[in-house]
């Protein structure tokens, strides 16, 4: 219904804002990480996905076009519903929860406040085909490095095996990874010791 608010912060709670637009004031629920970027007073933007209930009309506010984006990718979920995915997104990074998707890391997901197992396991089956490496993390080399893509690949997926086998999660070890620039003479053991220093 609403795209984004501009208005002046009203009032700070521990799961909403209240954004003062035009003489109106809005409870606007938010991630915990976006509330402490705030201030009162401060004017600000936030986009806003509105949830009609039949007995509520609620307001969900993100600093980051992102995020929203994200949020609603999660409602998509079976089982998930506004809440739990401003829970979600209050508890763990965008980045971190893409990293442990793309590399169906539910035991990394279920860490997450009010994600189980199952739930984990329903989030990497329902989004692992909308969440890229490419788009989140640049795991693809550019069109320049495109003619020696192959062996970096090959070294790239021999180190992530090596750092799992280690006793590392698959998204601790893609992120680990993801920090270097892999070089045509590198060896899955040189991108091991480097990705350790990352990790």
């Not at 637009?21 to 806003?48: C, H, L, R, S, W």
């Not at 929860?97 to 994600?115: E, F, N, R, W, Y």
């Not at 970096?152 to 999660?169: H, I």
């Amino acid at each position: 219904m609403y795209a984004y608010f501009i208005g002046k912060i009203a009032g700070i709670y521990t799961d909403r804002v209240v954004l003062e637009n035009n003489g109106i004031g809005y409870n606007i629920f938010m991630p915990a990480g976006d509330i402490e970027q705030v201030g009162i007073g401060e004017e600000v933007k936030i986009f806003t996905f509105t949830s009609v209930r039949e007995d509520a009309f609620i307001l969900y506010g993100f600093l980051e076009q992102t995020e929203l984006d994200f949020f609603k990718l999660l409602l998509g979920v079976n089982g998930i519903g506004p809440k739990a995915a401003i829970n979600i997104l209050g508890s763990a990074s965008i980045d971190n929860l893409q990293v442990a998707i793309i590399a169906q890391d539910s035991k990394t997901l279920s860490k997450v406040p009010g994600i189980g197992s199952k739930t984990a396991a329903r989030i990497i089956l329902d989004l692992k085909d909308k969440v890229t490496g490419e788009d989140i993390l640049g795991l693809v080399n550019s069109s320049a490095d495109k003619k020696t893509a192959s062996p970096q690949s090959s070294v790239r997926n021999e180190a992530l095996e090596a750092l799992t086998a280690l006793g590392y999660s698959s998204s601790e070890a893609m992120r680990a990874v993801n920090k270097i620039e892999i070089t045509e003479d590198m060896s899955p053991d040189d991108l091991v010791r480097q990705a350790l220093i990352n990790i």
